[in-house]
């Protein structure tokens, strides 16, 4: 627990100065003041979080860090795909052949991938293993882990957060790869909502309406199985979530006691968010949500945590392909605050 | 009303062989079928545009047309900008400063500047003079112009559309610059979707409560006074309309006949394109809604399309900007095309 508890006394609220410094320049540049909406506010945003104006340099270093594991929950028939496609797709992002691969190249970002617990032993130079077991637990059955598992899975997300940012990345994303996780995260959903099953859980990678029945039935049995504590963000984490999900919750902890932004995907990324958020509030100020997806509980994860997605384009990939694409939006927010032109240097006159 | 003619006469349906292929494609690339949403549908749009497979590689020349013009209506005092704004924000995107300069910059687009009818006479060499006229009439005391000069603005957009099309553009998008643009913008939409002035009129660059409700005044005194017929978009732009949303109108009948992919931008470029898919419905099949703005009837304006916008940043600023942010997501979906590995390559099992 003491890497998680120093990380979180680590978060800082954002830079007050620095962002009345952003403020001030947007307002001074050729456009109508705010007109750039959600741009200026993530501009605005970028600089509370790096604590600096202009905005830094290192905020052009990406990755996006792709998170691994299996779950024992498949045994209930959630997923359209068999499980022995996590490994096949970790294998898939380590040779560049994945959507997020070319998304990545797309933007500008590295993909880390990092076995938080496949269930098969993947050796590849560029994978981190990270990994308490191999596999989370069946959690219709009992605890997807121990609450021990959960924290070091947390602390392991923990780690790769601040030596990227140590490495020099200025933005950080998520991703994940895990057949039948969509199962999980609508439980740990559901757990924080205080909501049915009928509310988080969706058709993942493309179950049909069996499988969406049997897919609300076992986040049910899991959650009446374990009781998981929704005060109490890793005994959700443990009962009902997932050794990646952790991992990814510990991410978004390490981004923000490092003060670099963290770019969060879709369904479970928004998820592991949310619990990263019950375990420390201020980590919600260092998040940039990218993508609403087609999966059902993504808007109520996000609406959680108090987030609005910037794109909107029925995806549901996961992977961190959606924070791929919004990558190019900070880009851009930055590049506004730096090259352009003023009221007064443009000669243009104001309102 | 030839070259307007002629324009609408070549205008194709989406080529279904090039589409096909492009769904194909798609499918047996490593992630679920239908997975990247409204990206694939995106990929598949291009090449039924393009009428090829794989993707063209003009797809990555991309230009902004940025069409100038200024309006009478302005004297009933509906912006928070002097008109003056209009030619000093035009030598602003020649001199590179404004917003669209720097988003286009991140989007490897060029910006190309067309004066439709500003008042001043800016000389400037990149500048094309397209006008009929200097400025829009005021609609509230007679026609914003006379049918004829909206068929040569049209014709004078279908133009310069097709030129750039043979320069190799094989991406065009819509953007705009007129204080006041946004009065004549409303009061087309309420012609065309039978709405009153409430529907259609928001607050543009930022006009307070009172110039707020002048500009719902204007429109209606404008619809009052020149009766235009809803169901002739060339009535609709002669009498309520302005030269730079007729040329913008052209630009989006000149892209279809071309076979070019058009971006729109926000209210006004919608609307212009909505006047445009009134005149010839085969124009819809080449837009690409890049973003939902906060100006008050941009929904509307899409839905009358049948648009559905990426972006959702409550921009309200026009010039482009929008456009320009979804340009990535055309690359995006390009690259996805042509760098994935599939299903058999990766060695990855199906559902």
Excluded: W
Excluded at 177 to 204: C, K, W
Excluded at 227 to 235: F, I, K, N, T, V
């Amino acid at each position: 627990m003491e890497r998680l508890e120093h990380a979180i006394g680590r978060i800082r609220p954002l830079d007050e100065e620095a962002m009345a410094k952003a403020r001030d320049r947007l307002d001074r540049l050729t456009k109508p003041p705010g007109s750039l909406g959600r741009l200026e506010e993530l501009a605005v945003r970028l600089a509370g979080m790096s604590g600096s104006f202009p905005l830094p340099g290192r905020l052009a270093r990406k990755a996006i860090v792709v998170m691994a594991g299996d779950h024992g929950v498949c045994e209930e028939g959630v997923s359209a795909f068999p499980q022995e496609v996590t490994p096949q797709m970790v294998r898939n992002f380590l040779a560049g052949g994945a959507v997020v691969n070319v998304l990545a190249g797309q933007a500008g970002a590295d993909v880390v991938c990092v076995d938080m617990g496949m269930k098969a032993d993947v050796r590849h130079e560029r994978l981190r293993v990270c990994k308490v077991k191999n596999g989370t637990d069946n959690m219709t059955k009992g605890p997807a882990m121990s609450r021990e598992e959960a924290v070091r899975s947390v602390e392991a997300g923990i780690a790769v957060a601040e030596e990227l940012a140590q490495a020099g990345y200025g933005v950080l994303a998520t991703g994940e790869m895990g057949i039948g996780n969509t199962t999980p995260s609508a439980a740990m959903l559901a757990v924080f909502a205080g909501a049915d099953a009928e509310e988080t859980v969706g058709r993942g990678t493309g179950v049909d309406d069996a499988g969406l029945a049997r897919k609300r039935d076992a986040v049910r049995r899991a959650i009446a199985a374990n009781r998981p504590d929704g005060g109490d963000a890793l005994d959700v984490l443990a009962k009902v979530g997932g050794l990646e999900i952790a991992g990814l919750a510990g991410l978004a902890i390490g981004a923000a006691a490092s003060g670099v932004p963290l770019v969060i995907d879709g369904f479970i990324s928004t998820v592991a968010a949310l619990a990263a958020c019950r375990l420390a509030p201020g980590v919600k100020h260092y998040l940039i949500a990218s993508h609403l997806s087609d999966e059902k509980g993504h808007r109520l994860a996000l609406e959680l945590i108090g987030l609005s997605p910037m794109l909107h384009l029925s995806m549901r990939l996961g992977e961190g392909t959606g924070a791929a694409l919004a990558m190019p939006l900070i880009d851009a927010a930055k590049a506004v605050t730096e090259r352009m032109a003023t009221f007064e240097s443009a000669g243009v006159s104001r309102a």
